[in-house]
């Protein structure tokens, strides 16, 4: 198994999105929840100083530290539609994660998975040609680096033909849309940590979850384990990732009570 790859069911989150003496979400403070980070790799956000911090709070915490790159996009947060040549998103994908790779080796830190951020997430969704350069950038950091993300078949599929692991992970604190995909942040509801916790006890117990139409969706688990993300820049999100958290480990001892990683 690769090891980035979930053996149970766990939390994970987008980590050190600062950028200089400016603060972007309570990472220390979050540590203690969450199982793995997603950390900014410095186009969307975090700068060098950041990234170090951060690697260096992944490993007193002992949590797996991810890459997060993002579009080259400071000002929008990485979360603005841009339109990029498939070869120039390869090179912006290789140099972030690179980058980020090099300040976790100089900690004797492993490189657990790669998650892409904001909308070149969701520019893999619409372009297939966007997929295969982030997909194959990925793949030069080896097989045994997980990509993370939402279920996707086409996604998934490719994964399995570069030989990456492929990580799938449910969000709670942002919508879905009635063809079961992810809602971009500004265009989702306000989640509660009520509605957290609700959406986190469905998925995990039931496969299922609700569309902003309400309607019930399968996620189709079918009993794998998967990571939950939280987002580090909610304002709720210490509330939020507490009940998270109770969901995961009640959920955790029902399914997978011999895993202790």
Same mark, same amino acid.
């Given at each position: ?24 979400? =309570? ?41 997060? =790159? ?107 849309? =009635? ?13 509660? =940590? ?68």
């Amino acid at each position: 198994m690769a090891s980035g790859l979930a053996r149970k069911y766990d939390i994970n989150a987008d980590m050190g999105e600062g950028f200089g003496p400016w603060k972007m979400g =309570p990472d220390e403070e979050l540590m203690s929840y969450i199982d793995a980070a997603n950390i900014a790799c410095g186009f969307h956000a975090g700068d060098p100083a950041i990234m170090l911090k951060t690697v260096r709070l992944c490993k007193r915490h002992n949590v797996k530290a991810g890459a997060h =790159p993002g579009l080259q996009d400071m000002l929008g947060f990485g979360r603005r539609k841009m339109e990029i040549d498939p070869n120039d998103v390869y090179a912006m994908v290789l140099y972030q994660v690179g980058a980020l790779k090099a300040i976790l080796d100089s900690e004797g830190v492993e490189l657990s998975h790669i998650k892409p951020h904001g909308e070149l997430f969701f520019y893999m969704q619409r372009d297939e040609l966007i997929m295969r350069a982030v997909l194959e950038a990925c793949a030069t950091f080896g097989s045994n680096v997980p990509v993370y993300a939402s279920q996707n078949p086409a996604q998934e599929a490719m994964c399995k033909e570069l030989g990456i692991p492929f990580q799938g992970e449910v969000y709670v604190d942002i919508d879905y849309s =009635p063809d079961g995909r992810l809602v971009p942040v500004a265009q989702s509801k306000v989640a509660t =940590p009520e509605l957290c916790y609700e959406r986190a006890l469905s998925a995990l117990l039931d496969d299922s979850g609700k569309d902003n139409n309400n309607r019930v969706f399968s996620f189709g688990f079918q009993g794998k384990p998967f990571s939950i993300c939280v987002h580090s820049d909610h304002p709720t999100v210490l509330q939020n990732v507490t009940g998270v958290r109770k969901a995961v480990d009640e959920a955790n001892k029902q399914r997978f009570p011999f895993e202790s990683t």
